[in-house]
C-alpha cells in the first residue's frame, strides 16, 4: 500500500499534576485523546500545537519540546506521525469559536498518577507520560501506536 504520511501536533499539557485532554465518546463508551491535529503545509509543527489547542479547546498554550514521538500504520488510510509537544499553559482564550473534533464532548484534566486507570490514547503515552511527570527516564519514540507495550 502507498499512503500518504501525515504530521500531526500533539499537546501534553501539564498544570497541578494533572493533564489536559480531550474527551470523547464513541459506540465503544468514552474515552481521551491529547489536544492537537494535522500540520498544514507551510505551518510549523510548533504553530500547529498551538493553532489546534486553540480551535479544540480555547486554550493558549507555548509549546517547550517535543518530548514523544508515536506512529499509527494500521486505523486510517494515511500514515500518521504524532510528534508531542509539552506545552506550557498560558491561559483560556476568552469568546473563541472552538471547532470540536467528531465525538468531542469536552475536555478534563486528568490526574498523571491515574493515567494507566484512564482510557487515554495512544495507550502507549501512558506509562511514558507518568515517567515524564516522575523526572524519570521515558522513552521518545513509541513505534506503532498500535502495537502492544
Same mark, same amino acid.
Given at each position: 500500500? %502507498?499512503?500518504?504520511?501525515? %504530521? ?26 491529547? !489536544?492537537?491535529?494535522?500540520? %498544514? ?5 510548533? @504553530? ?15 509549546? *517547550?519540546? $517535543?518530548?514523544?514521538? &508515536?506512529?499509527? $500504520? %494500521? ?10 509537544? $509539552? ?14 473534533? *467528531? ?7 486528568? !490526574?498523571? &498518577?491515574?493515567?494507566?486507570?484512564? !482510557?487515554?490514547? !495512544? ?12 523526572? *524519570? ?7 506503532? @501506536?498500535?502495537?502492544?507495550?
Amino acid at each position: 500500500m %502507498n499512503r500518504q504520511i501525515r %504530521n500531526s501536533a500533539k499537546a501534553l499539557i501539564i498544570k497541578d499534576g494533572k493533564m489536559l485532554a480531550i474527551r470523547l465518546r464513541d459506540e465503544d463508551g468514552e474515552f481521551y485523546l491529547m !489536544p492537537g491535529g494535522g500540520q %498544514n503545509s507551510e505551518e510549523l509543527l510548533h @504553530e500547529t500545537v498551538k493553532r489546534e489547542v486553540a480551535e479544540e479547546i480555547g486554550i493558549l498554550v507555548e509549546p *517547550k519540546e $517535543l518530548v514523544f514521538a &508515536i506512529e499509527c $500504520l %494500521n486505523e486510517e488510510s494515511y500514515h500518521r506521525v504524532d510528534l508531542v509537544f $509539552l506545552c506550557k499553559y498560558i491561559k483560556n482564550i476568552d469568546n473563541n469559536e472552538l471547532h470540536e473534533d *467528531k465525538n468531542q464532548i469536552g475536555f478534563e484534566w486528568l !490526574p498523571i &498518577i491515574r493515567l494507566k486507570e484512564i !482510557p487515554l490514547y !495512544p495507550k502507549k503515552l501512558r506509562t511514558q507520560i507518568m515517567q515524564l511527570y516522575k523526572n *524519570k527516564k521515558y522513552d521518545v519514540y513509541l513505534g506503532n @501506536e498500535d502495537k502492544e507495550e
